[in-house]
Structure formats: C-alpha cells, structure tokens
C-alpha cells in the first residue's frame, strides 16, 4: 500500500535512546508515512522496545538483518519501502513532530526531489549544544536546470549525511541506486549521486532533527580505515556518475 512517505530508521544497540526516537516518529504532524525499522540483529533490548511500538501503531513495521552495517540495513529499507520519499533516521537521534510535514510540503510546493532542512546537535544525554552550521542560510530552491548539476552535486557533497531529507524514491529505485555496506561514511556516495540526479533541492531553514552526539557511534569513531573508506565510497560514486554520464 502506497503512502507519502517512507522512514527508514536502522537499529543496533541503542536500546538506551530507542524509545525516545520512535516516539518522536508516533507523535509527527504528518500522518500520510510508514515507519520500517531494521534490527540489524541488535544485542540489547532493542527488539523489544521496536515490538512494542510496531503492535501499537499499524504504521510501524520492522524487519531482521543480520549484518551488512548501517549501510546494509537503510538498503533492507528501501527493499520494503513503497513511500512517494524516502527520509532517513538514526536510531539514537530524535525528530521535531513536524519535519515530515515541513519536508514534504516544500518538497510538493516546489516539485523537488529533495527537500532538506537543519538540525541541533545534543550531547549524549539529549542537551542542546548547537544549531547545525547552516543555520544562518536562507531558505532556497536549487534548480539543476538552472544551476547545473554540478552546483546539485557540490551543495550534495555539502551535505552529505542521509538524514534531515526527504528524497524522492523513483530517484533511488530508478537509478538503483543503494548504499556501500559495512563501511562508515557510507552516505557520503549515497547522498551526493542522489543530488546530482535530481531536479531541484529545496532547503527548509528550521532545526527540525536532533542529532545525539555518541562518542561510541560509527560516525564518532576514529579509525585508520577511515581514509581508505572515504576513498572507496569516492571511487563508488565516480563510477555511477560515469555510468550516468555525469562525471565529465
């Protein structure tokens, strides 16, 4: 059954910020959407915690993988998903109860494939420490006729993270398009072809998402592949840029 939009919230080991992310989901403005939440095989409480959530709310469906990632569990997402756009969520951060109906709304108005907004980051116990480093633009439509697509690709690069966007799924699905798997940085390739896919981008100037700082998380966590991984997601991207005839 088709629906507005699809959110596809992956889930490993957070049972302690679980509840508060899904409850923000239950509580949106926007009613039009369907919430699939991955348990990528999690080892704490957290497949309790999303059974509770899928028996109170029709709206709510989970699905089991076992590995592949954060990367492997947003494509087991979009395997499922049937929404008009595709928003992305992280299971430890949480959202303002009306992102969805602000995202969709200037993405409709507009006839955007993208539509995207800002963001405060909290520390580990959900404190607000900063509004995200776009808060001083103004809200804007960047049009890839117009601007061209390497304009979409460098504010895509900008803005790489999968979250705080509603990305149109015939985007994805057309250009099958998916995410590297057990890799960190895997939205890096993921987000930036999407932008140089697409039509337009409209940005929504509001904090609509709360992004926890986890010191513990995979985007937190040095490491020394991450070099060797940015350059694998890089050479993903090249590839499907050329593919696309884009890369020139």
Not at 117 to 125: G, I, K, M, N, P
Not at 179 to 195: G, H, I, K, M, S
């Amino acid at each position: 059954m088709s629906c507005k939009i699809s959110l596809i919230i992956p889930v490993y080991n957070v049972e302690k910020y679980l509840r508060q992310c899904l409850e923000s989901v239950a509580a949106q403005t926007f009613k039009d959407f369907e919430a699939i939440i991955i348990d990528n095989n999690s080892p704490d409480n957290s497949a309790q915690i999303i059974r509770e959530f899928v028996e109170k709310y029709p709206h709510f469906k989970t699905y089991k993988l076992i590995g592949g990632g954060l990367g492997g569990a947003r494509n087991e997402g979009l395997k499922h998903a049937c929404g008009e756009y595709i928003v992305f969520l992280d299971s430890d951060d949480w959202l303002d109860s009306t992102i969805l109906e602000k995202l969709y709304k200037a993405a409709a108005e507009n006839q955007a494939d993208i539509a995207g907004c800002t963001f405060y980051r909290t520390d580990v116990l959900g404190k607000i420490k900063e509004r995200s480093h776009a808060a001083g633009k103004k809200p804007f439509v960047l049009d890839a006729e117009k601007d061209g697509q390497l304009q979409m690709l460098k504010v895509g690069l900008s803005v790489g993270q999968a979250w705080c966007k509603a990305i149109k799924r015939d985007i994805i699905a057309s250009n099958r398009l998916l995410f590297p798997e057990n890799t960190p940085y895997e939205d890096v390739a993921f987000v930036a072809v999407c932008f140089a896919l697409a039509n337009k981008y409209v940005y929504v100037n509001e904090p609509l998402l709360y992004y926890r700082h986890v010191s513990t998380s995979i985007s937190n966590t040095k490491s020394e592949l991450a070099p060797k991984s940015l350059f694998n997601n890089f050479a993903a991207m090249r590839k499907i840029l050329e593919e696309k005839g884009l890369y020139k």
